[in-house]
């Protein structure tokens, strides 16, 4: 089994740190960082990743269009959205894209339940503890 590739794109040191900490405590996994939209579309481009975990709000280029490029590039990573901006469009666009949305601050116990189900499904998940 392949240990897994996560990418975590958020502007938000803090928030890159916070969720990287948590998943590496819990689920043996490989973790690319990226600070905006244009960092995170070129991680894909040049490594294999199986997850991201995108924030809406980026500089450059915002997780929308990070979404956009990414259904371009026809890579087959799940993604799951995290946002402090609270709209219905939001919701709507990660709906259309069958992506998970989840809101800010994150609910960490909520992020692992969603990344560890989508590896199960891929059969990546391995356990870290």
Known sequence: MNIPNILIADDEREARDTIKGFLI????CNIFEAENGDKAIECLKN?????????????????????????????????????????????????????????????LGELYEKTSKLLKKRNQFISAV
């Open 25 to 28: 405590e819990r689920i043996k």
């Open 47 to 107: 490594n294999p990743c199986d997850i991201m975990i995108l924030d809406i709000r980026m500089p450059k280029k915002n997780g929308i269009a990070v979404l956009d490029e990414l259904t371009k590039l026809n890579k087959g990573v799940d993604t799951i959205v995290v946002t402090g901006w609270d709209s219905d469009l939001v919701a709507e666009e990660c709906a259309k894209r069958n992506v998970e949305c989840i809101p800010k601050p994150i609910p």
